[in-house]
């Protein structure tokens, strides 16, 4: 079973929007939308710019640099420039002291092309 490490509280990820954190020594988005609460690397795979400062549409965050969207699910490209999937992790929510609690999965789940359903 993953190891998971409490990043934010869900009050700290704007609906609709994306929080950079740091999961052991790499950067991750988390993100919250209509679907739920998701967790994708911050790198780009074009360019290793960051995810989290682009636009979250639908199940999806998209590059501010050259437009790739990446699916929330399963991290893959859905358009060029980016050919390449970007992590994703496993995130749960935890209720502790009447806040919602973050928590991402230490290490990145491997890539599948089928798309997950949030846990
Ligand atoms: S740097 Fe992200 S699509 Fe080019």
Same mark, same amino acid.
């Given at each position: 079973? &993953?190891e998971?490490?409490? /990043?934010?509280?869900?009050?700290q @990820?704007?609906?609709?929007?994306?929080?950079?954190?740091?999961?052991?020594?790499?950067?991750?988005?988390?993100?919250?939308?209509?679907?739920? /609460?998701?967790?994708? &690397?911050d790198?780009?795979? *074009?360019?290793?710019? =960051?995810? &989290?400062?682009?636009? @979250?549409?639908?199940?999806?965050?998209?590059?501010?640099? *050259?437009?790739?969207?990446? &699916?929330?699910?399963?991290g893959?490209?859905?358009?060029? !420039?980016?050919?390449? !999937? @970007?992590?994703?992790?496993?995130?749960?929510?935890?209720?502790?002291?009447?806040?919602? *609690?973050?928590? @991402?999965?230490?290490?990145?789940? !491997?890539? =599948? !092309?089928?798309?997950?359903?949030? =846990?």
């Open positions: 079973m &993953s998971f490490v409490r /990043v934010a509280t869900l009050d @990820v704007p609906f609709g929007g994306s929080l950079k954190v740091t999961v052991g020594n790499r950067p991750v988005a988390v993100v919250n939308c209509d679907e739920g /609460v998701f967790a994708i &690397s790198l780009c795979s *074009h360019a290793d710019v =960051s995810l &989290s400062e682009g636009e @979250v549409l639908d199940c999806t965050i998209e590059c501010w640099l *050259h437009g790739s969207q990446f &699916s929330l699910r399963t893959a490209p859905l358009g060029p !420039p980016a050919i390449t !999937p @970007v992590p994703t992790y496993e995130v749960r929510l935890i209720e502790l002291d009447g806040r919602t *609690h973050i928590e @991402v999965a230490l290490e990145p789940r !491997p890539f =599948s !092309p089928e798309e997950r359903p949030q =846990s």
